[in-house]
């Protein structure tokens, strides 16, 4: 029987949402880079084939039922005994949450869904199993550049629509403490950043700081929704790895010019949730890349396999490398211990995370080698790699 390492159990009433989350899904495992033979998706007909051995989300649909007549109600308290994640969707909206749904569930969050927001909400679910699985990090950070005499009614309304949907948002002006080193810390935080919003005005590249904030971007391949005024062409950004314009009317715009429009917040939103996946993707693999070709040139053999981790000998000894987006902090020491033993079902004496530090500030990484003096699992920055290699 094969061995599947991501189980997606779909339970209770479909409401013409089940297929869209799984296309959704296999288009961004795809993205990602992993292959869709690693998920199996579990429902009420194949249940058996279920195992608490390997890592699973489930998603019950719910709908408004009469004398509480839920299906697959036994299946689900399988599930919620196994301690796996259970996300609740609901038809419409959460007034009737606890009519919709079992009561084993009841105080579960959950997450409406309506026709009006039906792709929004498809992208936020398939990102929360990805997140689930540790194939996409559970910090949903985003950097708002600007240029502040032009655009900064517009970056606080975006900056507070972007929390209210559960992104961590780096505003200049909300998110530096007064003590804080300003421009280590708004390029700590870049640096740790999914996606970049940028809000393109006429002359926001007339300012140097912005000016440097978009080559910080290109340089760490953060991906970008470059939102563009109207009447100012948007530029091209060609040292991007992933960009999606967007192009403003008047319109667009309330009556003073000051906020947006909700429509087009929304698909702002839409856009930076869609792009998360594929500019993770794009960093991991440039690290991953970046690291074999180091490797090859000092004669090492190393080899990846479909989860995009990089095994090889070194000294002897067999070692793996779990590359890590962003800064590495704690979690990545544990899961990544974890996800090894999950995938290779052994222990590995030598287990290393592999990350740029390109912008990280120097106590970060003064903590990280605390962390590694004090635990099994070690960090390896991209930078270091030719001088660890040839010692």
Request: aromatic share 10%; glycine share 2%.
């Amino acid at each position: 029987m094969k061995n599947y390492c991501y189980q997606l159990i779909i339970l209770g009433k479909d409401f013409a949402i089940k297929e869209a989350i799984i296309s959704s899904l296999k288009s961004k495992v795809k993205e990602i880079g992993i292959d869709f033979s690693h998920f199996k998706i579990i429902n009420d007909k194949n249940f058996g084939e279920y195992t608490d051995a390997s890592p699973s989300f489930c998603i019950y649909l719910g709908r408004n039922e009469k004398n509480n007549n839920f299906s697959d109600v036994e299946l689900l308290e399988k599930v919620v005994v196994d301690a796996s994640l259970v996300l609740p969707i609901v038809q419409g909206s959460l007034d009737d949450f606890n009519q919709c749904v079992p009561s084993i569930i009841s105080t579960y969050n959950g997450l409406a869904v309506s026709e009006q927001d039906k792709d929004v909400k498809v992208e936020k679910i398939v990102n929360n199993i990805l997140e689930a699985f540790s194939l996409l990090r559970k910090n949903r950070r985003v950097f708002i550049s600007y240029k502040r005499d032009e655009s900064t009614s517009v970056a606080i309304q975006l900056y507070e629509a972007l929390e209210k949907n559960g992104f961590d948002v780096f505003l200049d002006t909300h998110s530096i403490r007064p003590s804080e080193p300003f421009q280590d810390e708004l390029w700590h935080r870049m640096a740790d950043s999914d996606v970049v919003v940028l809000l393109n005005t006429s002359n926001f590249l007339e300012s140097i700081w912005t000016t440097q904030e978009l080559a910080m971007a290109n340089k760490l391949l953060l991906g970008m929704v470059v939102v563009s005024w109207p009447e100012h062409s948007i530029k091209d950004h060609k040292d991007a790895e992933i960009s999606f314009p967007i192009q403003l009317e008047a319109n667009d715009f309330n009556d003073k010019n000051e906020r947006l429009n909700d429509n087009i917040v929304d698909q702002i939103i839409k856009n930076v949730e869609s792009i998360r996946a594929r500019t993770l993707a794009a960093r991991r693999d440039n690290l991953i890349s970046n690291f074999v070709k180091i490797a090859k040139s000092n004669g090492y053999e190393p080899q990846l396999d479909s989860y995009k981790i990089i095994s090889m000998s070194k000294d002897n000894e067999e070692i793996v490398l779990v590359p890590a987006v962003g800064i590495p902090n704690s979690l990545n020491y544990e899961s990544s211990s974890t996800l090894i033993k999950e995938i290779k079902k052994k222990d590995y004496e030598y287990i290393y995370i592999l990350f740029d530090e390109t912008c990280i500030r120097d106590f970060w990484l003064k903590h990280l080698e605390w962390l590694d003096s004090s635990l099994t699992v070690e960090t390896l920055s991209i930078l270091r790699a030719q001088k660890w290699l040839t010692n």
